[in-house]
C-alpha cells in the first residue's frame, strides 16, 4: 500500500519560515495536500493540489511537489501557526495521510 | 457554508456494530462534485481514512478496513452514515464526517468530529 512519510516534529522561532516535507514514491505524479490541526480541533486544508490556498488561508503558506517530495512552507512564522501537519494524497484507490508534523514555534 | 455534523452512540460494546451519522447543511449531498467520507483519529495518534462515496453510489474503501466498513448516502435527508462491524479497543477514535473532492478526493470540509469508545 502507499504510504507517506513525514518527520515527526519541526521547530522554528517566530518570524522565521517553516518547511515541511512530505516523501512518497512518485509523490510528484500525485496531488499533495496538507492538513493543520490545532489541539482539540478538526483539521483544516491549507493547500490542495499541490501549491493552491483555500479561501482564507494566509498567504504565508505555500506549497510545492516534485519527484518523490512535496514542501509546505510557512513564511514569517506566527506563533498561532503552531499545530499538527498532515500531507495527504490519493493514489486512486485510497487516500493516504503521512503520519504528521509537530509545528513548535520557540 | 457548508456545516456537517457527526451523530451517534459514544460507547460501543467490543464486537458490536459502530454506527454514525454526518448531516449535512449549507449544501446538496446530491452534488456529482464530491464525494462523501469518514476518517478517523485515534487518541493521541495520526489521521486514518476509513472511505468514500458518491451520492450516485461510487464507493471507496481503505483495504484494511474494507471487509467490516459500509458508508450509505441518504439524499432525501442530505445525510450519509458509517457502518463499522465487529469493533474492538483499536478501533476507538474520533471520527470525523468530511466532504472529499471528485479531484483527487481531498478531503476539504470535516465535520467536528466525534469521540467513539469500544468499551465493555
Known amino acids: 500500500s502507499y504510504k507517506l512519510t513525514q518527520p515527526p516534529s519541526v521547530s522554528v522561532s517566530p518570524g522565521q519560515t517553516a518547511s515541511f516535507s512530505c516523501s512518497g514514491d512518485?509523490?510528484?505524479?500525485?496531488?499533495a495536500s496538507w492538513f493543520q490541526q490545532k489541539p482539540g480541533q478538526s483539521p483544516v486544508l491549507v493547500i490542495y493540489q499541490d501549491n493552491k490556498r483555500p479561501s482564507g488561508i494566509p498567504e504565508r503558506f505555500s506549497g510545492s511537489n516534485s519527484g518523490n517530495t512535496a514542501t509546505l512552507t510557512i513564511s514569517g512564522t506566527q506563533a498561532m501557526d503552531e499545530a499538527d501537519y498532515y500531507c495527504q494524497a490519493w493514489d486512486s484507490i485510497t487516500v493516504v495521510f503521512g503520519g504528521g508534523t509537530k509545528l513548535t514555534v520557540l | 457554508q457548508l456545516q456537517m455534523q457527526e451523530s451517534g452512540p459514544g460507547l460501543v460494546k467490543p464486537s458490536e456494530t459502530l454506527s454514525l451519522t454526518c448531516t449535512v447543511s449549507?449544501?446538496?449531498?446530491?452534488?456529482?462534485?464530491?464525494?462523501w467520507g469518514w476518517i478517523r483519529q485515534p487518541p493521541g495518534k495520526g489521521l486514518e481514512w476509513i472511505g468514500s462515496?458518491?451520492?450516485?453510489?461510487?464507493?471507496y474503501y481503505n483495504p484494511s478496513l474494507k471487509s467490516r466498513v459500509t458508508i450509505s448516502v441518504d439524499t432525501s435527508k442530505n445525510q450519509f452514515s458509517l457502518k463499522l462491524t465487529s469493533v474492538t479497543a483499536a478501533d476507538t477514535a474520533v471520527y470525523y464526517c468530511?466532504?472529499?473532492?471528485?479531484?483527487?478526493?481531498?478531503?476539504?470540509?470535516w465535520g467536528q468530529g466525534t469521540l467513539v469508545t469500544v468499551s465493555s
Open positions: 512518485k509523490l510528484g505524479d500525485k496531488y
Open positions: 462515496r458518491s451520492y450516485s453510489g461510487s464507493t
Open positions: 468530511a466532504r472529499h473532492t471528485v479531484t483527487a478526493m481531498i478531503p476539504d470540509y
Open positions: 449549507g449544501g446538496s449531498i446530491s452534488s456529482s462534485n464530491y464525494y
